[in-house]
């Protein structure tokens, strides 16, 4: 059996980096489609929405972080190979803890179960379409809820623990943990908690893209070699 020392986790190194590039193309491209067309702010309108446009509406329940926040579990798992030497403790909870909120994320996230409530609110019969929209109430409140906000929290306190590893550690830059510190700073306040939530929330969005930036480039030149 190999030891983890003389394993080769250059494909996972070179994976994380071709994902990052994706990552880096779906944030962005989620701002915009959030500027240009604003989610509706009924379960009617978001029934409505699908009817006319079904991507539209997938993407109005943020459709592209279901890709982003998979993307996030290899983004993880290669953090936690590359610092598990320095910092193994710490490192293995970040993981977990980092994993734990992706999947709560995946709970909370009601894209297709409003789609597939739209077709049978449209056709349905008039009385009973209060079925369908006391339904997708409900999904929308747990799209906000419990799992959501715990997906917020865990993804925080595994950003803040992996930044404090990269900023001892002394194979990376120590600007990367910084840039990952400020990131989980703006996060402390879930994006759920009102307009100053969603304005943490849009400022994380900085730092972490430049972090995510700095951190391909610690791979391309250090760990895939």
Known sequence: MKKHSDVDFRPLFKLTEYLIIIMLLIIPIQIIVFSIALPPDSVVGFFELFRENAFLGLLSLDFLYLINNTIMIVLYLSLFIALYREKPVTSLIAFVIGLTGVVCYYG????????????????????????????????????????????????????????????????????LGYWALASGFFMIIPSSVGMIGLIFSLLSLIPWMVFIGLLRLEYKNKLSL
């Open 108 to 175: 909370s996230n009601p894209s297709f179960e409003i789609m597939t409530l739209s077709k049978k609110f449209f056709e349905a019969r008039m009385s009973d379409q209060i079925i369908y929209i006391a339904a997708g109430e409900a999904l929308l409140a747990g799209y906000s809820g419990t799992s959501f906000n715990v997906y917020y929290v865990l993804n925080t306190i595994c950003l803040l623990l992996f930044a404090y590893i990269l900023i001892k550690s002394p194979i990376f830059k120590k600007t």
